[in-house]
């Protein structure tokens, strides 16, 4: 599954908005590597730095409040069953400076449930074609023509906290289904 989280600072300086971000990103890739999530499944998707104004109601001019550093990251999670330890791990090291903005489950390796996807295709497309086969009274030849087409379907996901702070965060991950379609033509002897 993957994880994507941001560390968001409003500081009084580009500068000090900009360390204080770099701090709280290093406490958060240290949780991640206490949390055996290694370096190659961390990425940084974006380092910001902008000026942020507060807008009066009455129209006037926009005032200066501060300037906001962000990184946001995708992160890798191998192991489905530590994915809610992560969160809380990712939301501890960064405080109230952290968000998590999504959870998106995927396969790693779905190469065994294609390849069962993929028999179970090819078997039906066989007893569909020696059904009208026999229907029509001819016999099947060899394979003429196939084409497959396999796509990993989505799914919702849902994630469930309890509002107490020592409750543990809980992901469900739900079932990820891989699907292939086959269209085989055969000769007809």
Do not use: C, H
């Amino acid at each position: 599954m993957r994880i994507n989280a941001t560390v968001s600072v409003l500081g009084t300086t580009s500068k000090s908005a900009l360390a204080t971000s770099a701090t709280t990103s290093s406490a958060v890739r240290a949780a991640l590597t206490v949390n055996k999530v290694a370096t190659k499944d961390v990425a940084t998707q974006s380092v910001t730095v902008y000026p942020e104004y507060s807008y009066p109601q009455d129209g006037g001019k926009p005032v200066l409040t501060g300037y906001r550093a962000s990184q946001s990251f995708d992160i890798t999670i191998r192991s489905a069953s530590t994915a809610g330890a992560v969160v809380d791990a990712i939301v501890e090291a960064g405080g109230d400076n952290v968000q998590i903005n999504g959870v998106s489950p995927f396969v790693l390796d779905n190469n065994k449930a294609t390849e069962k996807a993929r028999a179970y295709a090819v078997g039906r497309a066989k007893a569909k074609a020696a059904s009208y086969a026999k229907l029509l009274g001819i016999k099947l030849g060899r394979v003429i023509y196939l084409d497959e087409t396999s796509t990993p379907s989505s799914f919702p996901i849902y994630t469930s906290a309890a509002k107490a702070d020592s409750a543990a965060t809980v992901v469900d991950l739900g079932e990820q289904k891989v699907s292939v379609s086959v269209t085989v033509r055969w000769a007809i002897n």
